[in-house]
C-alpha cells in the first residue's frame, strides 16, 4: 500500500509569484485535505476536495486554490505569494469525505522571499 | 479564537515513565480526536484516535482518554522511549465534518 507523497520538498519563490504544490493520495482514498503549518503552530486547514470536488474550505484568501483529479491526486495553487505563505504545506488523504482519520504526506517546505 | 488548545508547549520524562499530554477544546460540536506525533521534516504521523460515544481507548502503549464534561482529552504513553520523543498535536473534528483542527502541539521529550 503506498502512502501520501508530496512533491516538490522544498520550493523557493519570491513574492508576487505563483507556485503549485502536488499530493498523491493512499491507494483506496479518495479525498485529500490540504493544511499550512507555520513555524511553531498547528497545521491549519485550508480545503478539502471529495470526488473531485471541493468540499469545505477554512479561512484562506481566494488566491488559495486547488484541483483534484480522476485519480484522486491534487494541486493546490496559491497565486500572488506573500511573505507570511512561508510554510510546511501538508496535505492529507482519506476516505469518504468526512471527519474521519486522514493521513499525512511529509509535506513541501515553501519559502517565500 | 483557538478552539482546540494543548497548554503545555513542553514535557519532559524519564524513559520507562509514563507520558501525559493533555488537550482542552471549546466546541462541542467536536465528536472525533485524534492524535498525531511529528518528527522533524516529516508529515504527522496518526497515533490513536477516539469517537465521543467512547471515554477510553487503548492501542499498545498509547491510550487516549476523554472527558465530554470538561471538553478535556489526554494522551498516556507508557512505558515512555526514547523513540517517542517528538511533537505531539491533538485534533478534532465534528460529526460529518471535513476539517481537523489542531492544538499548538507539546513537544515530548523522553530522557534514557
Known amino acids: 500500500e503506498t502512502g501520501v507523497t508530496q512533491s516538490p520538498t522544498h520550493l523557493i519563490k519570491t513574492r508576487g509569484q505563483q507556485v503549485t504544490l502536488r499530493c498523491s493520495s493512499q491507494s483506496g482514498h479518495n479525498t485529500v485535505s490540504w493544511y499550512q503549518q507555520a513555524l511553531g503552530q498547528g497545521p491549519q486547514f485550508i480545503f478539502q476536495?471529495?470526488?473531485?470536488?471541493?468540499?469545505g474550505r477554512g479561512n484562506f484568501p481566494p488566491r488559495f486554490s486547488g484541483l483534484q483529479f480522476p485519480n484522486y491526486s491534487s494541486e493546490l495553487n496559491v497565486n500572488a505569494l506573500e511573505l507570511d505563505d512561508s510554510a510546511l504545506y501538508l496535505c492529507a488523504s482519506s476516505s469518504g469525505g468526512g471527519g474521519e482519520t486522514q493521513y499525512f504526506g511529509p509535506g513541501t517546505r515553501l519559502l517565500v522571499l | 479564537d483557538q478552539q482546540v488548545k494543548q497548554n503545555s508547549p513542553s514535557l519532559s520524562v524519564q524513559e520507562g515513565r509514563i507520558s501525559i499530554l493533555n488537550c482542552d477544546y471549546t466546541n462541542s460540536m467536536f465528536d472525533y480526536f485524534l492524535w498525531y506525533k511529528k518528527y522533524p521534516a516529516e508529515g504527522p504521523t496518526f497515533l490513536i484516535s477516539?469517537?465521543?460515544?467512547?471515554d477510553k481507548n487503548e492501542d499498545g502503549r498509547f491510550t487516549v482518554f476523554l472527558n465530554k464534561s470538561a471538553k478535556h482529552l489526554s494522551l498516556h504513553i507508557v512505558p515512555s522511549q526514547p523513540g517517542d520523543s517528538a511533537v505531539y498535536f491533538c485534533?478534532?473534528?465534528?460529526?460529518?465534518?471535513?476539517?481537523?483542527?489542531f492544538g499548538g502541539g507539546t513537544r515530548l521529550m523522553v530522557k534514557p
Open positions: 477516539i469517537s465521543s460515544i467512547k
Open positions: 476536495y471529495y470526488r473531485e470536488e471541493e468540499n
Open positions: 485534533a478534532a473534528s465534528a460529526y460529518a465534518g471535513n476539517m481537523l483542527t
